[in-house]
């Protein structure tokens, strides 16, 4: 028998969970996404150099990843005039052609770990109030 991986595990649990459940897990889900979206939009910083100002702010948006439920991808997908994305130069910084540095401008990730922390609690709050629903104590 094939060992399954920790990914598949946790996708055989989400896929076990009654219908009502798991739709209350994505809805919540999907909820928390959209806030962490609008929070790293709020930190993005808005440069005058760019095209359009306000194009990396504008350009994180989030997706539901296909055949993984409850799972979604935030990205951010600003280009320069060459066709590259730039945000990674943004939040770690980067030299610029002449040698100097340019310093990081992080907006993605600490704003990440700073929602993460009780993230799971607030997804799973909607299921436990439907169990407690449906297998109600004494």
Do not use: C
């Not at 996708?11 to 928390?32: F, G, H, T």
């Not at 610029?96 to 799973?124: C, E, H, M, N, Q």
């Amino acid at each position: 028998m094939a060992r399954m991986t920790n990914l598949e595990r946790r996708i055989a649990r989400m896929n076990s969970l009654p219908a009502q459940i798991q739709a209350a897990v994505e809805d919540q889900l999907k909820v928390e996404v959209d806030d962490m979206v609008a929070a790293m939009k709020r930190a993005a910083p808005v440069s005058a150099f760019e095209q359009r100002s306000g194009e990396l702010r504008d350009s994180i948006t989030a997706y539901p990843v296909q055949g993984r439920p409850a799972s979604w991808r935030i990205i951010v997908k600003a280009r320069d005039e060459k066709g590259r994305y730039y945000g990674s130069y943004v939040e770690f910084g980067h030299n610029k052609p002449d040698g100097s540095r340019v310093p990081a401008d992080p907006f993605f990730w600490p704003t990440y770990r700073a929602r993460k922390r009780g993230l799971r609690a607030r997804i799973l709050r909607p299921a436990r109030k439907l169990i407690r629903e449906m297998f109600p104590r004494g």
